[in-house]
């Protein structure tokens, strides 16, 4: 299963992944303010899942020089240009990244870490995770007590017109990316299960959505 994920990720990336930064910046829209708004504690553990090219990892090295950040991908492409992006930033010593799949991540395991995470993030990867609902599964188990997981990626659009919405969803199934119209709602009975809260935001007349679900601290 892990082989044949890599497989079908690096036969897409291959080549695209020169090209990801500059294409996907007009329409990936919210992942700055993603990042913006997460503001991790002094020490935090912050983790991306899906970290493509390490773009989000450099910004969040640079905006938040106290913590420590993580990420993984299925692509074995994409981590030779994160690892590029993140040492032509100069970060090497301060982001750690690993192959891995959404349901593999083990703080420890994958990183050698003592506690869970403090922070979790998908930037625009769910809709390309076939299984998402585990994959979010495991990234609560992942975090700690009061932990974060936030989500920006791709809504219903239902404020936008229908012609828009049609092309939108033609072109983003070229790339076997499907927006995940159950998220709120699966997130929603999440934070009911687990005595956890949910924050939904509409970005762009529901372009896209930013989600942040908080654990439960202890009592």
């Not at 403090?118 to 625009?124: I, K, P, T």
Request: glycine share 8%.
């Amino acid at each position: 299963m892990t082989a044949d994920a890599t497989l079908r990720m690096d036969r897409m990336y291959r080549h695209q992944r020169h090209i990801y930064d500059l294409s996907r910046r007009f329409y990936l829209l919210g992942r700055d303010r993603l990042v913006r708004e997460l503001e991790p504690g002094p020490g935090a553990a912050v983790c991306e899942i899906g970290c493509g090219t390490g773009r989000n990892l450099v910004a969040l090295a640079r905006r938040y020089p106290d913590a420590k950040i993580f990420g993984i991908d299925a692509s074995n492409e994409m981590l030779k240009t994160a690892n590029a992006t993140i040492a032509r930033a100069g970060l090497a010593g301060r982001i750690r990244i690993e192959r891995c799949l959404a349901d593999e991540l083990d703080p420890h395991g994958t990183f050698g870490l003592p506690r869970p995470f403090d922070a979790v993030l998908f930037s625009y990867t769910l809709s390309m995770i076939p299984d998402w609902g585990r994959a979010i599964e495991r990234a609560v188990e992942v975090l700690r007590p009061a932990g974060v997981l936030a989500v920006v990626d791709f809504s219903e659009q239902r404020r936008l017109p229908g012609w828009f919405r049609g092309m939108l969803r033609r072109w983003l199934a070229l790339f076997d990316v499907t927006p995940r119209t159950g998220l709120p709602a699966y997130l929603g009975a999440l934070a009911e299960r687990e005595h956890g809260s949910l924050a939904v935001e509409p970005l762009y007349r529901d372009y896209a959505c930013l989600l942040r679900y908080r654990r439960r601290a202890l009592p």
